[in-house]
């Protein structure tokens, strides 16, 4: 049984461009949350995804968008890429009936030049 | 936003020697995780924790709910080289739409052979 895989495992951007970030939940699981990890901190709560529909967001500006497909993977998108904005990006998914216990990918390496 | 107070930021122990961190917040949580993260590596659940009081136990880690609400524990017991990584805290605050998960910061756990 798969975990929650990510793609790609790292990428380099320069400041200004665009980049999209790929999750495929854990079989069985149908919500996926997003989190910014910067170096020597914690995670932190971008949004989560349920139904195809944002069902939570957290602090963060709307140059961060997402997307949940029908087969509950989804995309996080990041426009106009400061160089605060590299960080380890973590992608979680949750089953439907414990969206309390988060099982998280190995996340995406962005580095901003 | 909310923000977990995670302790100690860092431990140097021996190993065998037992260890605890606790995690404090300035609300009431319904939801108390504790994760393990290795470098280049997503978090991974150690143990969920559900109601007040509540004692869990996942082979030599055990992990308790405050009576508050407020807090949270995790004691490794006898540890071993492969105990060494940041543990994080992290906690679902109470009330209604509330989904996204708050993390400490970590604490980074060093065994000395």
């Known amino acids: 049984d798969a975990g929650v895989t990510q793609s790609p495992t790292h990428l380099i951007k320069t400041r200004g461009q665009q980049v999209t970030l790929r999750c495929s939940p854990k079989?069985?699981?149908?919500?996926v949350s997003w989190y910014q990890q910067a170096l020597g901190q914690g995670p932190q709560f971008i949004f989560q995804?349920?139904?195809?529909?944002?069902?939570q967001r957290g602090n963060f500006p709307d140059r961060f968008s997402g997307h949940q497909f029908p087969n509950y993977s989804s995309e996080l998108n990041v426009n106009a890429l400061l160089l605060g904005d590299s960080a380890l990006y973590l992608c979680a998914s949750s089953p439907l009936d414990s969206y309390n216990e988060q099982f998280f990918g190995p996340g995406t390496r962005l580095t901003v030049l | 936003g909310q923000q977990l107070n995670q302790s100690p930021q860092s431990m140097f122990i021996q190993e065998g020697e037992d260890v605890s961190m606790n995690c404090t917040s300035s609300?009431?949580?319904?939801?108390w995780l504790w994760y393990k993260q290795d470098p280049g590596e997503g978090p991974v659940l150690l143990i969920a924790l559900y109601k007040a009081g509540e004692l869990t136990s996942n082979g030599r880690l055990t992990a308790q709910f405050g009576i508050t609400r407020k807090d949270s524990f995790l004691n490794i017991s006898a540890s071993i080289p492969s105990d060494v990584g940041i543990y994080f805290c992290?906690?679902?605050?109470?009330?209604?739409?509330?989904?996204?998960?708050?993390f400490g910061k970590g604490t980074k756990l060093s065994v000395i052979p």
């Open positions: 995804y349920y139904e195809e529909e944002e069902r």
């Open positions: 609300s009431i949580f319904n939801t």
């Open positions: 992290a906690g679902r605050e109470a009330g209604a739409g509330s989904y996204q998960l708050t």
């Open positions: 079989s069985g699981h149908d919500t």
